[in-house]
């Protein structure tokens, strides 16, 4: 079975290796929501711009969720191979596909029956209405791609295996691309043309992830692994089913705070909605790194290599905290120019947007803790940690704050995006104490770090 061994080896490169491939596919993956968003604007006016932020916001919710709900077959995976149990690493993936065939047709029917009242409830302006629709039925019809393509992703990463699913996606990107110059320029679809190109070029990805297992990777599955078998998906759905609803109700704030901003107007709602996708983009090495750690400690704490994965935890916390600090940096200089890239012929929505951006930016610094905390909890099969901090912070200081700032400052965005820094400076010290009560119980075992 081809499998790669984070247990040896040096840590940081171990760390780099793994996060910088699945760095790069996230990037390339929201590259498709930028290059729809920037595409868009080029061609079309504030409220093409707000059907596509909200559409595609809706359809990143998904994929959230579907990556999330997938973390509980990479942990079992990386855990099994870390344990040294190969028939568990096949039965896992067998019951991964049956889980996620049946959810994916379950979400499909759900969602395409119920778009136009989500986007009601969401509030998107009456102008806008009409092409946001149309993007999100077209995504709704693509879910079994988007599905199946995080899913394969998932069982990458719990091979150690970041490496080829970045050149499935860069592939699609190239793709995507160039049908959103093509549908939403000449052919003149709007907000269609955006989501068709998103759908087609997931389904090529899919295709080229399938093509790949099937010929090159000696997984030796037998048909006995793709009956149910009650423990397996039980193993997936604990630690899957609380990221799923964690990362779900995280992307519910978000859509709760895009909804407070389509009420202050179509110049804000397109504003914040640009943000939310420039957010979207930093956030991939917080991302990245709680990917990294949640495999790399799963296979070190299924092999009881405690002290790797302490240290592997403290390496990512580094790189995660350091590149939210640089970013807020230059945030802070060029948020302007970053909005004028996407709105150039509205100096209402680059002005609301630099304000929102320059507040909302210090939340890399903070989120880049938390999630490398996350990955370390999911890696210890303890994701209610993390589905608590998140929640504590949403209900606490994320949905209330922002919805607080729209009442109290409501010529400026730049309170609203304090909302998000201040939640998740709460979520880091709730992940501290947790880490620290994990760890006096954890057995005094020190394995060599080189």
């Not at 988007?146 to 719990?158: C, D, E, F, K």
């Not at 951006?357 to 905390?373: E, P, R």
Request: glycine residues 8%.
């Amino acid at each position: 079975m081809d499998t790669y061994h984070l247990t040896e080896g040096n840590i940081f490169r171990n760390l780099v290796r793994f996060s910088v491939p699945y760095l790069l596919s996230c990037f390339l993956q929201t590259f498709y929501g930028l290059a729809d968003l920037f595409i868009t604007g080029q061609f079309n006016g504030a409220s093409t711009i707000t059907a596509v932020s909200v559409g595609s916001q809706l359809t990143h919710m998904l994929t959230v969720v579907v990556v999330g709900l997938a973390m509980g077959s990479t942990i079992g995976i990386s855990r099994s191979i870390g344990e040294g149990n190969q028939k568990a690493v096949a039965g896992i993936i067998g019951n991964t596909a049956i889980v996620f065939s049946a959810a994916a047709l379950l979400l499909t029917g759900l969602l395409l029956c119920s778009a136009e009242g989500i986007l009601s409830v969401l509030s998107v302006p009456p102008e806008a209405f009409a092409e946001a629709k149309r993007y999100v039925v077209i995504c709704f019809l693509g879910v079994p791609f988007i599905t199946a393509y995080n899913v394969l992703s998932s069982i990458y990463r719990g091979l150690g295996d970041t490496r080829h699913p970045m050149f499935f996606v860069m592939a699609a990107g190239i793709l995507n691309v160039g049908l959103d110059v093509l549908f939403i320029g000449p052919c003149r679809l709007g907000a269609a043309g955006a989501a068709l190109a998103t759908v087609l070029a997931q389904a090529v990805s899919v295709l080229l992830a399938v093509l790949y297992m099937a010929r090159f990777m000696d997984l030796k599955l037998r048909r006995a692994d793709f009956l149910p078998d009650r423990r397996r998906i039980g193993q997936i759905l604990r630690v899957g089913v609380p990221i799923a609803a964690q990362d779900g109700l995280i992307q519910v704030s978000f859509l709760l705070i895009t909804m407070i901003a389509n009420r202050r107007g179509v110049a804000a709602a397109a504003a914040v909605g640009i943000v939310e996708k420039v957010i979207s983009f930093l956030f991939l090495v917080p991302s990245a790194m709680l990917s990294a750690v949640s495999t790399i400690c799963a296979q070190n704490l299924g092999a009881r290599q405690y002290g790797r994965s302490r240290s592997t935890l403290y390496a990512a916390l580094g790189i995660s905290m350091g590149a939210g600090f640089l970013f807020a940096v230059i945030c802070q200089f060029c948020g302007t120019q970053i909005l004028q890239l996407f709105a150039r012929e509205d100096p209402t929505v680059v002005l609301l947007g630099a304000q929102y951006l320059s507040a909302y930016v210090l939340d890399c610094i903070f989120a880049g803790a938390h999630f490398c905390f996350s990955g370390y909890f999911c890696a210890c099969e303890k994701p209610f940690l993390s589905f608590l901090h998140n929640m504590v912070s949403i209900i606490a200081v994320r949905v209330p704050g922002a919805y607080l700032a729209s009442l109290y400052w409501p010529d400026s965005l730049f309170p609203m995006g304090l909302a998000a820094p201040f939640g998740s400076l709460l979520s880091a010290v709730i992940c501290v104490a947790a880490y620290w009560a994990i760890e006096r119980k954890r057995p005094a075992i020190h394995q060599s770090q080189k």
